[in-house]
């Protein structure tokens, strides 16, 4: 029986050789740090608030269709509620 050291594998037919964290990677083949890796494009976020029920929330949607809150999900999330007319005095 073999004891482990770190840095060494223990090779099986088949499987590739561990290398150790100061060995350089094998050609072809980055290191995953800095010149190797292409990086993803950066996509905004959004704040939306919900003018009826005040809910606020992120999203990658430039205009979302309704409110994210379960409760609300009104598609009217960006309009203010209309106060209604005041009543008519009564016709003597």
Same mark, same amino acid.
């Given at each position: ?14 499987? #590739?050789?561990?290398? &150790? ?29 919900? &003018? ?6 992120? &999203? ?13 999900? &009104? ?11 005041? #009543? ?5």
């Amino acid at each position: 029986m073999s004891t482990f050291e770190p840095g060494i594998a223990t090779t099986r037919p088949g499987w #590739p050789e561990t290398r &150790s964290k100061d060995q350089a990677p094998p050609p072809g083949q980055g290191t995953g740090e800095g010149e190797d890796m292409v990086k993803a494009p950066e996509i905004p976020w959004y704040e939306h608030s919900c &003018s009826r029920c005040g809910y606020v929330w992120y &999203s990658r949607t430039a205009y979302p269709s309704t409110c994210a809150y379960t409760g609300c999900r &009104s598609p009217y999330w960006d309009r203010p509620r209309r106060m209604s007319p005041a #009543p008519r005095p009564p016709i003597p």
